[in-house]
Every structure is written in structure tokens, then in C-alpha cells.
């Protein structure tokens, strides 16, 4: 299946994405989701996730600003999601700044997701390797995570998608770079984490590794698009979002190199 067949079923679609994400992420990845023809979600409550993952064509878990609270939220949610056989996504934020952290990332990833999606120093954390991550941003170049990607896509039986410059996925069989995006994408707050959004509504219709790639194609291309256009950071973002939205089947192949 090609990124623009994924594009086209998604908005045939229109999946209900569960988004479990961080406080600075909620308005802009619903927004990103209206835009590209899903319909978001951001139940959050543990009184009500292990109801609502279920109805949802995915389920998104994004750390950033982690708690207590929102971990045991979290838990139960992919917990649900997975009994019921509804694909979810983890963007393990930032994982290697506490061990608390850390140990949160591999309990969620210990509960089977469909796709784990991070930049280069979440990945590497996240296998078991040293980077040069500082917060919530990489140090570390996605070319020089490509190897943990595999590994630990085919020890945790999931998507690895690694994203920066230029992303990677990998199912640790078959691999896929994209291409595209813009240099101001970073210094829009949120763009990853509604990325992870967007991944979960191509996943809610399509394989996860296809999801994945469609997911990344479409945000590059769409990043390319308003970068043409936009004379800054905050220009950028609505430029983004009307991209989103413009963007038609047909126009995503071109940024997917298989390998």
C-alpha cells in the first residue's frame, strides 16, 4: 500500500483518534488531526480510558509531561487498547531524563504498541543505548539510530519510527526513509507530538508500518509546503495546518525511499 492509497483511506475514514498526550500538545494535535480528516479525542481520565481506547480507531501515548496520575491513565488505556485488538501508539518523551521516566517508557512499551515513535535520543534510549538527547529535543542524528530502530522493532514486535531531519521507520524487515519537512519545523512547540496523533489515525486504517510512513509523508510534505510560504515560527503553524489540509493523494510517494 502507498502513503497516498493510506492518505485516501484515512480520509475515507475519518478515524477517531484517543490522544493521551502532553498539556503543550493537546490543542495543536487536535488541530493537526481535524486538519488532515481525522476526529480527536483527549480523554485522559483513568475513570474513563479503559472504556473509551476501546471505541477509538487508535490510541496515542505521548510522556512529556508525565505524572503519577497520567501514567496509571496511560497504562490502563494500552492495557485496554490491547485487549480489545485497537492499535496504539507510544512517543516516549524525553524517557532518559529520570529513571522514573525511563522505567515508564519500557512498562508501556512492555504492553505491545503498534508503533513507537521518537526522535534519535529517545530511540537509542529506549533500546538500551547512550545519546546526547537534552530534554525534549535529539542531539543525536537519526542516521546514527537507524541500527537500534531494528533492533528494537523486532525485539519489542513494533514500528520504530525515528524522526528528524530526515525519518526512518522500520518494522526490523523492511525500512523506509522520508523526506521533506522544513528547518522551522523544530521551533513550532508540538509538531512531534501531533505527528504521533496523526500516526495513530493512519494506523487506526492501515497496517502500522504503512501508517507510519504515510504519517511522516504527510507531515513532510506538508512542512515543505508552509516553508515555502511562512516568514516565521508562528506563520509557519498556520501554514501548516491549511497544508494539511490542502495536501491530495498523489502527492506523498515522492517523499518514501524503500530500502
Known amino acids: 500500500m502507498t502513503a497516498d492509497h493510506a492518505l485516501a483511506e484515512m480520509r475515507r475514514a475519518a478515524p477517531l483518534v484517543h490522544c493521551m498526550t502532553n498539556d503543550v500538545a493537546k490543542a495543536i494535535a487536535a488541530n493537526v488531526l481535524l486538519a488532515a480528516g481525522a476526529s480527536p479525542a483527549m480523554v485522559q481520565a483513568v475513570e474513563e480510558v479503559e472504556t473509551f481506547a476501546p471505541m477509538s480507531g487508535a490510541l496515542t501515548v505521548n510522556i512529556g509531561t508525565l505524572s503519577a496520575g497520567s501514567l496509571a491513565a496511560m497504562l ?50 529506549l533500546a538500551g543505548e547512550a545519546g546526547s538527547g537534552k530534554g525534549a529535543d535529539s542531539g543525536d542524528a537519526v542516521e546514527g539510530a537507524v541500527a537500534a530502530a531494528g533492533r528494537l522493532a523486532t525485539e519489542a514486535g513494533c514500528v520504530v519510527a525515528v524522526t528528524g531531519a530526515r525519518d526512518y ?32 489515525a493512519f494506523v487506526a486504517v492501515v497496517p502500522p508500518l504503512e ?19 511562512a516568514t516565521g515560527p508562528g506563520s509557519f503553524q498556520v501554514a501548516f495546518l491549511d497544508a494539511l489540509a490542502a495536501v491530495e493523494p498523489g502527492a506523498l510517494e515522492g517523499r518514501v525511499t524503500w530500502s
Open 76 to 125: 490502563a488505556a494500552a492495557r485496554a487498547a490491547g485487549a480489545s485488538g485497537t492499535p496504539w501508539v507510544l512517543d516516549p518523551v524525553a524517557l532518559f531524563i529520570t529513571s522514573w521516566r525511563m522505567q515508564a517508557a519500557r512498562d508501556l512499551l512492555a504492553l505491545k504498541p503498534a508503533v513507537v515513535r521518537g526522535n534519535a535520543s529517545e530511540i537509542l534510549a
Open 211 to 229: 501508517g507510519a510512513v504515510a504519517a511522516l509523508a504527510l507531515f513532510a510534505e506538508a512542512g515543505a509546503r508552509a516553508g515555502a510560504v
Open 169 to 200: 521507520v522500520t518494522d526490523g524487515t523492511r525500512a523506509a526513509w522520508i523526506d521533506g519537512g522544513d528547518a522551522v519545523m523544530p521551533k513550532v512547540t508540538a509538531l512531534g507530538c501531533s505527528l504521533t496523533a496523526l500516526t495513530g
